[in-house]
């Protein structure tokens, strides 16, 4: 089976698909009446809201899939801001002739992660457009999340002597899309990192609190363009040690093969923080007991100077990480 124009059409089919295959999926009280609106209550708490679309190609990869990015990467928009998230929801943009399985199989995939950031979908809309005028599926979501402790991100806290924590390996996201894509005939285990890190994240704010000035999750553009927001964010230098950035064996290899550069590949399940010297060590420790941040390490420090990112080599030299010229991989996420 696969979809129709007819299943946009709002009628009976229309009704079917949705219920059915997308509905039955994300099955929790705020969405069981459909209603043209979810009833969230009231939150007890300051909201915060985010939104994003995803036309990532190919749509499956290894460790993720288009509906696995756009629950983590909502989720992730949420939780670097200090916020717990409450609701999402999710819109579906469906070309004619998508299988019905792969929508099934996009969907499952949304609600296990929903399932394990512990939010419901709780809204949602599909669209069905003509063959030729899509690409199979495109994801739009958008969240709302409690902020917790009264927590706010203040880049203009930050200040020398502060230390930059990045929560595991760079890159394996977007090597995972390249690879599926088969361009270049590469065969290498790397599986993308997509993961909802409200989990990770949220126990470091209540534990340390304004301690950590800033976080962000490095996504397109990598830890390099997502540190050099956070320096010009917060108007201070970032030097950043090379050998204590984590990289995966079978990341750097490829990365030596092709000429990429880690710092500048996407990523779906890594955050950086900038965290006061005195709670650095204390931070790092809780986080690295989570399963998304074994890999955790400091990997550099606020320092004097004019903002921009600085890298220490490992040959003991210092060159500029600057924002790259260009995306080397379109349609990432």
């Known amino acids: 089976m696969t979809v129709l124009l007819a299943h946009g059409e709002g009628g009976r089919r229309s009704r079917d698909l949705v219920e059915r295959t997308i509905a039955a999926r994300f099955a929790n009280p705020l969405l069981a009446p459909l209603f043209d609106s979810a009833l969230l209550g009231a939150p007890g708490g300051d909201l915060a809201f985010t939104t994003d679309g995803y036309v990532v190609t190919p749509r499956f990869f290894p460790g993720a899939d288009i509906g696995r990015l756009a629950v983590c990467g909502t989720v992730n928009d949420l939780a670097v801001c200090g916020a717990a998230p409450i609701a999402l929801s999710c819109a579906f943009i469906l070309e004619e002739g998508l299988p019905v399985s792969e929508l099934e199989r996009v969907a499952d995939a949304m609600r296990a992660a929903a399932d394990e950031a512990g939010v419901p979908i709780a809204t949602g809309d599909t669209k069905v457009v003509e063959r030729g005028k899509g690409d199979g599926i495109f994801v739009t979501t958008a969240g709302v999340g409690v902020i917790r402790s009264g927590w706010r991100p203040r ?23 390249l690879i599926a894509r088969n361009k270049m005939a590469i065969d290498a285990d790397i599986r993308s990192d997509a993961a909802p890190l409200n989990g990770l994240l949220l126990p470091a704010v209540d534990r340390f609190g304004p301690a950590i000035r800033i976080m962000r999750d490095a996504t397109r553009g990598g830890v390099g363009v997502t540190l050099n927001e956070l320096a010009h964010a917060s108007g201070r230098r970032i030097v950043l040690d090379e050998s204590r950035l984590p990289v995966s064996q079978a990341v750097s ?3 030596e093969i092709l000429g990429f550069d880690p710092l500048f590949l996407a990523n779906e399940g890594k955050a950086l923080l900038i965290v006061a010297a005195e709670a ?5 420790a809780l986080l690295s007991r989570h399963e998304y941040g074994r890999d955790a390490a400091i990997v550099g420090r606020v320092a004097d100077g004019a903002p921009g990112v600085l890298l220490e080599t490992r040959a003991g030299g210092l060159r500029a990480v600057d924002y790259p010229a260009g995306d080397a991989l379109p349609r990432i996420c």
Do not use: Q, R
């Not at 924590?165 to 899309?177: F, K, R, Y």
């Not at 650095?280 to 790092?284: Q, T, Y």
């Open 253 to 255: 290899a490829v990365c």
């Open 155 to 177: 880049p203009e806290a930050t200040l020398p002597g502060d230390k930059v924590i990045l929560t595991g390996t760079m890159g394996d996201h977007h090597l995972a899309v």
């Open 280 to 284: 650095a060590d204390e931070a790092l």
